[in-house]
């Protein structure tokens, strides 16, 4: 049963999905419906988590916007998410970053890992 699942899940995978994971920062092509019009809008930010798989494959993306700070979360397979782009690659040695909700201004950023 697990085996047929999959072979139906097979045909809504995407295979452009880049090699992204938590700390780095990715910028989201999103499709946005107004009215009658479909627009793309880019979200910018963080991963500070990643769960899921298959199909389910869903990530979280932070950012602080005039020290506000949004989270939103995604589908990685979603119609919906155009396009992701990796921006930059963090070291980070948790899964899951919560406590970037604590911090605030330079103490929230991530080192970028160098290649």
Known sequence: MPNLIDELEKDFLKSTVPDFSVGDTVRVHVKVRE?????????????????????????????????????????????????IDLMRKGKVRRSKLYYLRDRVGRAARVKEQRS
């Open 35 to 83: 009215g009658e019009r479909e627009r793309l809008q880019v979200f910018e930010g963080t991963v500070i988590r990643r769960r899921g798989g298959g199909v389910n494959e869903n990530f979280t993306v932070r950012r602080v916007t005039g020290e506000v700070g949004v989270e939103r979360t995604f589908l990685v397979h979603s119609p919906i998410v155009s396009d």
